[in-house]
């Protein structure tokens, strides 16, 4: 079994550098791709209240026969939820849906620029759960450098993790560069450019890392993958990754990463292949008018 390396949050916190990410995964097949994810190794999983799946992880946990301490389990609070009362309430519907007493790391999915107030109470309500041993560490997703900068200024805990779009075709030099300047760990999701490729996202001309033969010619380089050359990539230059497959095939390649190194100048060649160009929603858009989803009592 491939063993994974560990990262150490900045409140001390042990996380696997490598995770299991369940968005797109339908409820009926989570309970099955999660099962066989912590078969093959993972110990940590990325879900989402607004992924619909969190009572299957939770159901996939309990069957694996893991240790429920032994599997890092990461979610992230909905828009709808954000206010300090209404987070709070959100950590108990994720944590039971789950079935579990503490979560492992409980972060913001997305800033709301148009209500930072509720944005701000809703990071002060998961500072209060940290406080109180219900989550281990808290963090942030899709947060810009600026919106970064506007919590700080209002809140005491900085930020374990931002889990931001980072791969091959959009890398985040500025969002990387903030994250690190704050001490804050920068997972990666889309980490093998998934967003460039899923079935049914985009136009014609879209592009697939998985394609690209600057990645291409480096898996072949090392006897790997396009997958496993982007993941390695994300390990070597320090951040977490969750890359998600429903594939058993792909589920255990993706986590069989360890056995090759990419040199500083392929390191720098599959930055170059960066285009600036945004996969996911623009953070700044994000309302709850636009984007907004009742989150369902556990
Ligand atoms: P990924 O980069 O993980 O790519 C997933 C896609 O790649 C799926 O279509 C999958 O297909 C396919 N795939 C997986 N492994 C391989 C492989 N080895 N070879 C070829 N194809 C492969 O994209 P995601 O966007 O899913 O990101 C991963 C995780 O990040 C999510 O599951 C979620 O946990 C998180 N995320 C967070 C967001 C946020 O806003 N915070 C936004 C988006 C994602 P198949 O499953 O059919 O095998």
Request: net charge negative; hydrophobic share 40%.
């Given at each position: 079994?491939?063993?994974?390396?560990?990262?150490?949050?900045?409140?001390?916190?042990?996380?696997?550098?490598?995770?299991?990410?369940?968005?797109?995964?339908?409820?009926?097949?989570?309970?099955?791709?999660?099962?066989?994810?912590?078969?093959?190794?993972?110990?940590?999983?990325?879900?989402?209240?607004?992924y619909g799946n969190e009572r299957e992880?939770?159901?996939?946990?309990?069957?694996?026969?893991?240790?429920?301490?032994?599997?890092?389990?990461?979610?992230?609070?909905?828009?709808?939820?954000?206010?300090?009362?209404?987070?709070?309430?959100?950590?108990?519907?994720?944590?039971?849906?789950?079935?579990?007493?503490?979560?492992?790391?409980?972060?913001?999915?997305?800033?709301?620029?148009?209500?930072?107030?509720?944005?701000?109470?809703?990071y002060q309500a998961l500072e209060q759960?940290?406080?109180?041993?219900?989550?281990?560490?808290?963090?942030?997703?899709?947060?810009?450098?600026?919106?970064?900068?506007?919590?700080?200024?209002?809140t005491s805990v900085v930020p374990a993790?931002?889990?931001?779009?980072?791969?091959?075709?959009?890398?985040?030099?500025?969002?990387?560069?903030?994250?690190?300047?704050?001490?804050?760990?920068?997972?990666?999701?889309?980490?093998?450019?998934?967003?460039?490729?899923?079935?049914?996202?985009?136009?014609?001309?879209?592009?697939?890392?998985?394609?690209?033969?600057?990645?291409?010619?480096?898996?072949?380089?090392?006897?790997?993958?396009?997958?496993?050359?982007?993941?390695?990539?994300?390990?070597?230059?320090?951040?977490?990754?969750?890359?998600?497959?429903?594939?058993?095939?792909?589920?255990?390649?993706?986590?069989?990463?360890?056995?090759?190194?990419?040199?500083?100048?392929?390191?720098?060649?599959?930055?170059?292949?960066?285009?600036?160009?945004?996969?996911?929603?623009?953070?700044?858009?994000?309302?709850?008018?636009?984007?907004?989803?009742?989150?369902?009592?556990?």
């Amino acid at each position: 079994m491939t063993t994974i390396p560990t990262l150490s949050l900045n409140n001390g916190v042990a996380m696997p550098a490598l995770g299991y990410g369940v968005f797109q995964t339908p409820p009926d097949e989570t309970v099955a791709a999660t099962a066989e994810a912590l078969r093959v190794g993972y110990r940590h999983i990325d879900t989402a209240a607004a992924y619909g799946n969190e009572r299957e992880v939770g159901e996939a946990v309990r069957r694996s026969g893991v240790a429920r301490d032994d599997v890092f389990l990461e979610t992230k609070v909905w828009i709808n939820d954000y206010g300090h009362d209404a987070t709070l309430r959100a950590f108990d519907k994720s944590a039971g849906k789950l079935g579990v007493d503490t979560i492992d790391l409980l972060i913001l999915h997305q800033p709301l620029p148009t209500r930072f107030d509720l944005t701000v109470g809703a990071y002060q309500a998961l500072e209060q759960l940290l406080a109180d041993g219900k989550v281990r560490a808290i963090g942030v997703s899709n947060f810009m450098p600026d919106h970064l900068d506007r919590l700080l200024a209002e809140t005491s805990v900085v930020p374990a993790v931002n889990q931001v779009e980072v791969h091959p075709y959009f890398r985040q030099p500025d969002v990387l560069a903030a994250d690190a300047q704050h001490g804050i760990l920068t997972q990666a999701w889309s980490p093998i450019g998934g967003i460039t490729f899923y079935p049914g996202w985009g136009g014609e001309d879209r592009r697939s890392t998985l394609e690209d033969p600057t990645i291409v010619r480096l898996a072949e380089t090392h006897g790997a993958t396009p997958a496993q050359v982007m993941l390695r990539w994300h390990l070597q230059q320090g951040r977490s990754a969750i890359p998600k497959s429903v594939t058993p095939s792909r589920i255990a390649e993706n986590l069989d990463v360890t056995g090759f190194e990419l040199s500083a100048d392929e390191l720098a060649a599959i930055d170059a292949l960066d285009t600036g160009l945004r996969g996911g929603p623009e953070p700044a858009d994000v309302t709850l008018e636009a984007f907004g989803q009742e989150i369902p009592e556990a």
